[in-house]
T-cell receptor
Framework: GAVVSQHPSWVICKSGTSVKIECRSL??????MFWYRQFPKQSLMLMAT?????????EQGVEKDKFLINHASLTLSTLTVTSAHPEDSSFYIC???????????FGDGTRLSIL | AQTVTQSQPEMSVQEAETVTLSCTYD???????LFWYKQPPSRQMILVIR??????QNATENRFSVNFQKAAKSFSLKISDSQLGDTAMYFC???????????FGTGTRLKVLA
């Protein structure tokens, strides 16, 4: 149980384009979903937290107009990297949690490469 | 503010041997949760084990067990009978009860040698 699916797993695109990453909870309803960024050989950095039907809460230093998050249903959250540039290249990971105090379950991650 | 420290950037262990990964944390909270996650080369984060701070008994999951020392703010992970599939990055994480945010350590890269 508690499977989180993230798509796509790898994307390469040109600078200036927008990229959408999907995160789905497959067998549970996720009241809260999280988006992380991970640089090579480093820990996960929380970017934002989203609750179904409400606006995402962004961490300090994360541009909300750059990283658009939508959590339209209890099983789907999307992260759109707008006008992506090479410095946005990274590994993006989503996670989902069913209720308070339960562990987060992570997706497989998306490797984003901006040329 | 809470912090999580993993002082061992890299470790290696022979197959079938036992290894302990250390994690210390700093908090003024009394009710919280601690987790160990594993991130293998496939990159998906997998929950290994979880400990509630109010429980004195150390959590155990098959070959994985923790040594939770609340007073010392220490939360080490012991892997017994290490297997090649245990090769991964291991992250210690902390979460205050009733909140949503994880505080991750910087990770320990474990390599199990054949």
């Amino acid at each position: 149980g508690a499977v989180v699916s993230q798509h796509p797993s790898w994307v390469i695109c040109k600078s200036g384009t927008s990229v959408k990453i999907e995160c789905r909870s497959l067998d549970f309803q996720a009241t809260t979903m999280f988006w992380y960024r991970q640089f090579p050989k480093q820990s996960l950095m929380l970017m934002a937290t989203s609750n179904e039907g409400s606006k995402a809460t962004y961490e300090q230093g994360v541009e909300k107009d750059k990283f658009l998050i939508n959590h339209a249903s209890l099983t789907l959250s999307t992260l759109t990297v707008t006008s992506a540039h090479p410095e946005d290249s990274s590994f993006y990971i989503c996670s989902a949690r069913e209720v308070f105090n339960q562990p987060q379950h992570f997706g497989d991650g998306t490797r984003l490469s901006i040329l | 503010a809470q912090t999580v420290t993993q002082s061992q950037p890299e470790m290696s262990v022979q197959e079938a041997e036992t290894v302990t990964l250390s994690c210390t944390y700093d908090t003024s909270e009394n009710n919280y949760y601690l987790f160990w996650y594993k991130q293998p080369p496939s990159r998906q984060m997998i929950l290994v084990i979880r400990q509630e701070a109010y429980k004195q008994q150390n959590a155990t999951e098959n070959r994985f067990s923790v040594n939770f020392q609340k007073a010392a703010k220490s939360f080490s992970l012991k892997i017994s009978d290490s297997q090649l599939g245990d090769t991964a990055m291991y992250f210690c994480a902390f979460m205050v009860s009733g909140t949503y945010k994880y505080i991750f350590g910087t990770g320990t890269r474990l390599k199990v040698l054949a």
